[in-house]
């Protein structure tokens, strides 16, 4: 039976690629909650900054080259292992947690009545502009979740050992989600809580719209992010439409309204579009090819 335990080892996984001195922050806020930090660093130009930690317990992986975020948190995860963490606890680089983060997603297991049935808790948070991630009608601490995102999310290793890693084939987007529909395929459960407990951006400084009433998020991600997004989007469709096949509607329909958002807002449209659609090739014929070729093309 998995359970959350606050006697228990957890290990903070942080993934980083070129990162900002937020790093900093995030690192001191999080080292007195944690008992190990594990930093992966997928070949960053300019690694002055991680070389500059000198905190207890934190250990440092660099690769010599990017093998997405998947590889990446997969690294971390079989070091805790190696550490005997029970569970681990994961970061984008530019997350800023709240200094009782841990404390709130262990208060939300107290709170769940029947505790096998959790597979991760997540944190839910403010964007940098303040605005909340998801805002729930109800007076719980928490909320079930179709998905989790990977920062903030708190996950026994049990789980991995089970069920298996992070899908290494998405490299990058989706990942998350991936994940979570393969512990919904176990029966598991997602939790997120209703108070936020971390700072962070979805996006490359993403901007809201409303046309005839419908919001329009334009994410600005890159064209090699877009794709992934609809590579990876389609891999999901094609894996999990049977197991759940409503939740890859809905998620397929707001696809297609980030395609509408790009034609409408977003600056490089052709580009990114083409992109889209060179994905959705990909996707279909499950070709897996790496980012530098991406970028080439």
Known sequence: MNTFNLNNSICAIIIT?????????????????????????????????LKKLEYNKTYIIFNNVNFGI???????????????????????????????????????????????????????????????YKNFKTDSKYEKRDYLITSGCLMPINNFIQYGFFNEDFFI????????????????????SNESLMIHNAGNNPKRFFIFGIQLIASNHVPVRRYYM?????????????????????????????????????????????????????????ININENRIRSN
């Open 70 to 132: 998947a590889k990446a948190l997969n690294q971390g995860i079989k070091k805790a292992v190696s550490l005997n963490c029970d569970y681990v606890i994961t970061f984008d680089q530019d997350s800023i947690p709240n200094i009782n983060i841990v404390e709130g997603l262990f208060n939300i297991y107290n709170q769940y009545d029947d505790k096998s049935e959790i597979g991760a808790i997540g944190a839910n948070f403010d964007n940098h502009d303040s605005t909340k």
């Open 173 to 192: 987007d989706n990942v998350d989600i991936e994940y979570s529909l393969r512990l919904r395929s176990k029966n598991k459960i997602l939790l997120i």
């Open 230 to 286: 609809s590579r990876n989007h389609v891999l999901l469709c094609k894996e999990y439409f049977l197991i759940f096949p409503i939740f890859i509607i809905k998620t397929t329909f707001f696809y297609f309204l980030s395609i509408l958002s790009i034609s409408i807002l977003e600056k490089q449209k052709i580009k990114k579009i083409l992109f889209c659609l060179y994905g959705i090739f990909h996707g279909l014929l499950n």
């Open 17 to 49: 690629y070129n990162p900002s001195n937020n790093l900093l922050n995030l690192i001191t806020t999080i080292s007195n909650q944690v008992n190990y930090i594990i930093i992966v660093d997928n070949n960053s130009k300019d690694t002055s900054i």
